[in-house]
């Protein structure tokens, strides 16, 4: 999303005065102020993604420890999406051109004193082009209680003025029809607002909601004297924690205890998952540090190699992960996604102290075939550089969100690596079902696709691992399997 903030944010604001004599906007900020990832275990990653012949799924959104409503609402938001999604994508005929994908991301925008606040991005491509959609959800810890973005506002009256606002602004940039129909007075319109760190408030809207698609994001921002009488409490309170943050979140009950909730975001019906060992409270205490890539002294020329490969984290269950991995010993290939990386810096780090190899996986998993050249090298190159800060360790190999890939993604210039065996455990939450298909599947030299985000598969990795020592098997990262000296932009299936 870093790449989609910064383009098409087309447009100056200009001054205007609607029902209030005050000044609006000659502010030409209108990128949402995001701030970094806070870092303590209240804060996890739910990440869900999907792959299949018809439609391609990717979703991320917060949980946070102790704020149960929020937690419902935001969960509730992205089911909706996906339920939606699936019903128009998935089990249609494959169409031979772009397949469909639903990708949400998200970000915070306070989380400090007893504010929390987060802004969803969902970009939804059909197939044909794409767009994308912007909503902030709030939670009041004083009261325990999500609130909508429409609740910074004091009531109608403050509504009916800021649609006035953002009626004059669009008119005034030439954005539709005035009065424009997408800015209507209604709550839905206005899903996303944010302040920034001087008070105004920024106001954005959907792709195609108020202007053309060719127009991108529109956005405008309101002057904190303009803004001032309209707040409501809880919006002065947010405001407040934007200008001047008080340090860490303050929830009412806050027990970092509880695992993640089940998450069933599968197209197909998924059996819930257990959920209640990922407590992201146990850092897998490696006893020495081996040299990165250890089993690099392994020549798989001569020995049955196979690599094990764990896509879409880290996350809280890629702890558990790390744990079984460390127990037996055995070293594996991470692709990570660059924003998980970004807020669980430590699980990342982690994998590599283990001897873990960690790639790169986009920094939001993105189907990057359907992006621009610019988009596919910002979504690379950050996730570099979120590995390198978390690790120390700049990734060497790629691999394509989804297995899609093109001439641009080759130019980046890093080995790019698929996969040979695929037991599609996106699609069945079973571990059992798991272990079975890719020890069946799977012979020397080959390369298989499992995804941390997933429980069951984590579960699914003892039993494997068994399997693989009592065929001989020696388990080792992609590097080591594909015997070094690889080369950049060539695609890699096996060995
Ligand atoms: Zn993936």
């Known amino acids: 999303m870093i790449a989609l903030l910064a383009a098409a944010c087309g447009g100056t604001t200009t001054p205007s005065t609607a029902t209030t004599s005050a000044p609006t906007t000659t502010t030409p900020v209108e990128s949402a102020p995001l701030i970094a990832a806070p870092t303590d275990e209240r804060f996890e990653v739910v990440a869900d993604g999907s792959n299949g012949p018809t439609a391609r799924v990717f979703v991320s959104y ?12 935001v969960g509730e938001d992205v089911r909706a999406q996906l339920d939606e999604f699936n019903e128009l994508y998935i089990g249609d005929e494959p169409g031979g051109v772009a397949i469909p994908e639903l990708n949400v991301s998200f970000d915070y925008l306070v989380a400090s004193g007893d504010v929390l606040g987060v802004r969803l991005e969902s970009y939804e491509f ?25 609740e910074l506002l004091t009531g109608e009256a403050a509504f009916t003025e800021l649609v006035a606002v953002a009626q004059t602004e669009l008119s005034d940039r030439g954005f539709g029809p005035s009065p424009n129909p997408g800015a209507g007075a209604a709550v839905r319109n206005y899903d996303s607002l944010a302040f920034l760190a001087n008070g105004d408030l920024l106001v954005e809207f959907d792709d195609y909601q108020v ?28 405001q407040a924690q934007v200008m001047s943050p008080d340090g860490a979140l303050t929830l009412p009950t806050a027990p970092p205890t509880t695992a993640a909730p089940p998450t069933t975001t599968s197209p197909t019906p998924a059996t819930t998952p257990p959920a209640t060992t990922d407590a992201p409270t146990t850092d897998p205490p490696p006893t020495t540090i081996p040299a990165p890539g250890s089993g690099e002294d392994v020549d798989c020329a001569i020995v049955a190699c196979v690599a094990l490969t764990f896509d879409d984290g880290p996350v809280a269950s890629t702890n558990r992960l790390l744990a079984i991995l460390a127990e037996r010993n055995v070293q594996v290939t991470f692709f990570p996604v660059g924003s998980n990386v970004e807020r669980n810096p430590d699980i990342a780090a982690a994998a590599v102290a283990a001897g873990h190899e960690v790639g790169n996986h986009t920094f939001d998993h993105v189907d990057l075939t359907t992006r621009s050249p610019d988009i596919i090298r910002e979504q690379m190159q950050s996730t570099q550089a979120a590995v390198r800060a978390a690790t120390g360790v700049t990734p060497t190999l790629f691999r394509a969100p989804y297995g899609a890939t093109n001439g641009d993604v080759a130019a980046f210039g890093l080995p790019q690596i698929m996969w040979s065996v695929d037991p599609e455990d996106w699609k069945d939450r079973d571990a059992d079902i798991v272990a079975q298909r890719v020890l069946a599947e799977t012979d020397a030299g080959e390369i298989v696709l499992l995804h941390d985000i997933h429980p069951t598969s984590v579960d699914a990795i003892p039993a494997i691992l068994d399997g693989f020592a009592e065929r001989g098997f020696t388990v080792v990262p992609v590097t080591t399997l594909l015997g070094g000296d690889l080369t950049p932009g060539e695609v890699y299936y096996r060995r």
């Open 211 to 238: 202007a053309s698609g060719g127009d991108g994001r529109v956005a405008f921002v309101v002057e904190a004297a303009t803004v001032d009488p309209w707040l409501s409490d809880f919006g002065r309170r947010v």
């Open 62 to 73: 917060p949980r946070v420890a102790g704020a149960d409503s929020f937690n419902d609402a």
């Open 126 to 150: 059909a197939g044909a082009s794409g767009g994308t959609s912007w909503r902030t959800v709030y939670y009041d810890a004083r009261e325990g209680l999500v609130r909508s973005a429409i």
